[in-house]
């Protein structure tokens, strides 16, 4: 079972309003992935980190999308104005991306859906 | 443009029965490969990963890379009910050197039947 820990696993907001997802990645992993799902199954990338770095992202969005992975607290994605368009499933995934091991492990998801 | 193309859209096999996906990438960066398996309701859990030309083996699982042509295939031998599933294949640029990004085909949704 995976051990990326997503929160909560399912949000409903209103156009305009703010979304907000959380994540625990698994323990010693340094990369985390965020991506969305959307409702015909398509991956998209939206932003990594190690530890607190971010390493790719996307162009946020039009900035509405923010994302970060504090020291010691669950990484997380905001949405600051959610639109219909973001109704998906957003996926976090880390990694221990050594040598031995470049598995990427993924949470549950949380599905938003915006109404 | 997908990057990653893969196939088919939808399969369904008998229980016992073969069952076979296909992706192709269109980049060569791309040349590490994965596939991940999706219940409903789940994230993707990884299947098993292929980086050299060849087959690979684990189990009933069995991926086969042509990494002149960047074709990618999984099979599943004796197929089960609980094999049902979407199954996406991944692609990224460097397996250990870098912390690239997975960029996933479109999926494949498998349907066993009893």
């Known amino acids: 079972n995976s051990k990326v820990i997503q929160t909560p696993r399912y949000l409903v907001k209103g156009q305009g309003q703010k979304a907000k997802m959380r994540c625990i990645p698994e323990k010693g992993h340094p990369v985390v992935f965020w991506y969305q799902q959307n409702k015909n199954n398509e991956f998209k990338f939206l932003i990594n980190?190690?530890?607190?770095?971010?390493?790719?992202q996307i162009d946020m969005t039009e900035k509405r999308f923010s994302a970060e992975c504090p020291s010691n607290s669950p990484c997380s994605l905001e949405i600051q104005s959610s639109e219909a368009g973001d109704s998906a499933l957003y996926l976090c995934?880390?990694?221990?991306?050594?040598?031995?091991?470049?598995?990427?492990?993924f949470g549950k998801g949380t599905r938003l859906t915006v109404v | 443009q997908q990057k990653v193309q893969q196939s088919p859209e939808s399969l369904s096999v008998p229980e016992g029965g073969m069952a076979s996906f296909n992706c192709t990438s269109s980049d060569r960066n791309f040349q590490y490969f994965w596939w991940y398996r999706q219940h409903s309701g789940e994230g993707p859990k990884a299947l098993m990963?292929?980086?050299?030309?060849g087959d690979k083996k684990e189990g009933r699982f069995t991926a086969h890379l042509n990494k002149a042509s960047l074709h990618v295939s999984l099979h599943i031998r004796d197929s089960q009910p609980s094999d049902s599933a979407l199954y996406f294949c991944a692609a990224s640029e460097i397996a250990s050197s870098s912390f690239s990004k997975l960029v996933f085909g479109q999926g494949t949704s498998l349907s066993v039947v009893p």
């Open positions: 995934a880390s990694s221990p991306w050594d040598r031995a091991n470049t598995e990427v492990f």
């Open positions: 980190f190690q530890n607190q770095e971010v390493l790719q």
């Open positions: 990963s292929i980086f050299s030309d």
